[in-house]
């Protein structure tokens, strides 16, 4: 890399820990990261996103699914 230019190939996956308290810092850390120029995604899951419906114009959200999605627990029928 040149002396000087940064490289836009950086790419954060943020993973928060899903409880209480963990989803607002981690939010503002990836933008804080956005800031610096890199690009962030923040991966929560579901139903915290169904429920919380978090908004960001620089972080790129992501669901994943804990088999809680609908509010109850959703046992797996083959592992």
């Given at each position: ?19 209480q ?20 995604t ?6 915290i ?17 804990d088999?809680y ?11």
């Open positions: 890399m040149e002396k000087g230019r940064r490289s836009s190939t950086v790419h954060v996956l943020a993973l928060p820990y899903p409880t308290g963990h989803l607002n810092p981690m939010l503002q850390f990836c933008r804080r990261l956005v800031s610096k120029g890199l690009k962030a923040l991966a929560i899951t579901t139903f996103s169904n429920t919380m419906q978090p908004k960001s114009d620089s972080v790129q959200l992501d669901t994943i699914s088999g999605d609908e509010g109850r627990f959703k046992q797996a029928s083959d592992v």
